[in-house]
């Protein structure tokens, strides 16, 4: 099955904002396409003996405001078409957030669950010497995404290193903690999911100790961006699901004793304090925020009629089709989109290779407010655009980015 092609629509998004601010075509065409665009084959020794040929990509959408940044994922399904609207989305998420950084993305054409850990690492050190060509801490700088962790993070490194001959550690950022990575990046997209509800909550006049809010995906973004927002905002979680089903309790979960369910049971489902709800239920509850955290394309034309939240905070990245979002601006719903909404990672990735460079480590609690600063300050520059040109919030947050990007490529000149 060929899915409508993911960088197409990610440049419907760039007109929609581009038209609006009047940028000039020639700029606009500048912007909208990716610099450079790598594919790599190469060959991997099996654990049986035999050769494999893997596919490999590396897209760096723009580089204006810095170096590239963005992950590399280790999917079946991985092609150049949506690597390079995940770069593209890249430069814009980074803007916004006002890091001196362009976007980038990478991934390999694999499913790693048929990888043993030994071929895994062959695999992934390979890949990065094939890439190496164009990457560098000051050139672009990969992290994790879908299926890749700290631990792989760890190879690039160290393959990078090797291949320079001297340690490198800001070459990649989402390493492990004792090795360069930083404290605080585990949490830290739901933190910013929680920094984005908090303010949302507060735009709306809703009192956030008295809220009530369902969270769709139980991964790395939801448990967090869960965990904070009953801790720190005093709101009630009610519902949460996973890909097997969600749960629902209208007095409000203990969502650490959920986390550790969780862990143990591998499923949110069977927590005995809750009822059992399907995943399509969870969305339309009458719940004040709504934090779709699992997939893309969650909110579609077909449900986002049904959705009775206030205020959407996009954890996942693309969770609302560009028709559901027509239809909940009609309805008055705030959509705070994915590019700010889940970029709490990217900044606190930013921290990382700004410790790495100057070989000075932080501590957690620098880490945490200088992300709410960052994340407080994106929000209302994205608010003061959206009221000054009468649009949603995912318009206003290409306009800001938009922006800035072009400034810098006027400022800069087109070389030569
Ligand atoms: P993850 O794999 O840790 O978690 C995904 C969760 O979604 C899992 O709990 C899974 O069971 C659940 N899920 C899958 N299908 C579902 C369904 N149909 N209904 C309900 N739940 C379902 O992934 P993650 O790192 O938390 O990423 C989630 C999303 O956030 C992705 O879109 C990712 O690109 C985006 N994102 C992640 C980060 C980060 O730092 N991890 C940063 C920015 C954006």
């Not at 190496?132 to 992290?143: F, L």
């Not at 933190?191 to 100790?209: H, N, P, T, W, Y």
Request: net charge negative; glycine share 10%.
């Amino acid at each position: 099955m060929q899915a409508k092609s993911l960088y197409g629509m990610a440049v419907e998004q760039f007109n929609k904002a581009a038209e609006l601010m009047d940028l000039e075509p020639d700029l606009a065409e500048v912007l909208r396409r990716p610099k450079r665009a790598l594919i790599v084959e190469f060959p991997v020794m099996m654990d049986d003996g035999h050769i494999e040929v893997f596919t490999g990509y590396r897209v760096q959408h723009n580089v204006a405001r810095g170096p590239a940044k963005g992950g590399i994922r280790y999917h079946p399904d991985t092609n150049l078409d949506e690597v390079k609207a995940l770069a593209f989305w890249m430069t814009w998420k980074t803007a916004v957030m006002n890091l001196p950084y362009g976007g980038g993305k990478g991934g390999i054409r694999v499913d790693p669950k048929k990888l043993s850990k030994r071929e895994l690492e062959r695999l992934s050190r390979r890949y990065f010497s094939e890439i190496q060509i164009i990457i560098g801490p000051h050139n672009d700088i990969p992290a994790p995404d879908v299926n890749t962790n700290p631990d792989v993070m760890a190879w690039f490194m160290d393959t990078y290193s090797m291949n320079v001959g001297h340690t490198a550690l800001g070459i990649v950022t989402g390493k492990p903690v004792d090795l360069g990575g930083s404290k605080g990046r585990e949490e830290a997209t739901g933190r910013g999911v929680k920094v984005c509800a908090g303010l949302a909550m507060e735009a709306l006049g809703i009192d956030s100790k008295k809220a009530t809010v369902a969270v769709q995906g139980f991964g790395n973004v939801g448990r967090f961006g869960a965990l904070l927002i009953a801790q720190e905002l005093g709101s009630k979680v009610v519902a949460v699901s996973d890909s097997k089903g969600g749960i629902y309790n209208p007095e409000g979960f203990d969502v650490e004793d959920l986390i550790k369910h969780k862990k143990e049971a591998g499923t949110v489902v069977t927590y005995p304090k809750g009822e059992r709800i399907a995943n399509e239920e969870l969305l339309e509850l009458d719940v004040d925020v709504l934090v779709p955290s699992a997939l893309e394309n969650a909110i579609h034309e077909g449900n986002a009629d049904k959705i009775r939240a206030k205020a959407i905070v996009e954890g996942a990245n693309g969770p609302t089709t560009p028709e559901a979002d027509e239809l909940l601006f009609k309805k008055g719903v705030l959509v705070v989109p994915d590019i700010l909404a889940n970029a709490g990672g990217v900044t606190v990735s930013y921290f990382e290779w700004v410790q790495d460079l100057q070989a000075f480590f932080w501590k957690l609690e620098q880490i945490r407010s200088a992300l709410e600063e960052m994340m407080t300050d994106a929000f209302n520059d994205v608010m003061k655009t959206k009221e000054k040109y009468g649009v949603d919030m995912r318009t206003a947050a290409y306009v800001l980015a938009i922006d800035r990007v072009a400034y810098a490529t006027r400022k800069r000149g087109i070389y030569p």
